[in-house]
């Protein structure tokens, strides 16, 4: 069965850093774009960031140049690292993996991990 656990989240000051992980089983891992996602509480969910197969990767508006994400292939594991968090970025943070590109569709989803930024 293909899982997806995501780790690392908690609660950390403004300004603070915080490295989520995500560990992949069940599926050929190097073969797949890993993305990240959050939910803000009374917000849907959005897209965060994502890295391909071949290691390329993508952010959008919502990283501000904070975030990094990466991929640890040895070890089925896609990370993203958070800097300088704002409490703006609190959110259940979720990790996804798709064959189809950074666009998805995203075939498997984690349960998600909580990031609180308090002030």
């Known amino acids: 069965q293909v899982r997806l656990v995501e780790s690392g989240g908690r609660l950390v000051q403004a300004g603070g850093s915080l490295r989520l992980s995500c560990a992949a089983s069940g599926l050929f891992f190097s073969t797949y774009t890993m993305g990240w996602f959050r939910q803000a509480p009374g917000k849907e969910r959005e897209f965060v960031s994502a890295?391909?197969?071949?290691?390329?990767?993508w952010y959008t508006d919502l990283t501000k140049g904070r975030f990094t994400v990466a991929r640890d292939n040895t070890r089925n594991t896609a990370y993203l690292q958070m800097n300088k968090l704002e409490p703006e970025d609190t959110a259940v943070y979720y990790c996804?993996?798709?064959?189809?590109?950074?666009?998805?569709?995203?075939?498997?989803w984690g349960q998600g991990t909580q990031v609180t930024v308090s002030s």
């Open positions: 996804a993996a798709t064959t189809g590109g950074i666009r998805g569709p995203y075939d498997y």
């Open positions: 890295i391909s197969s071949s290691d390329s990767p």
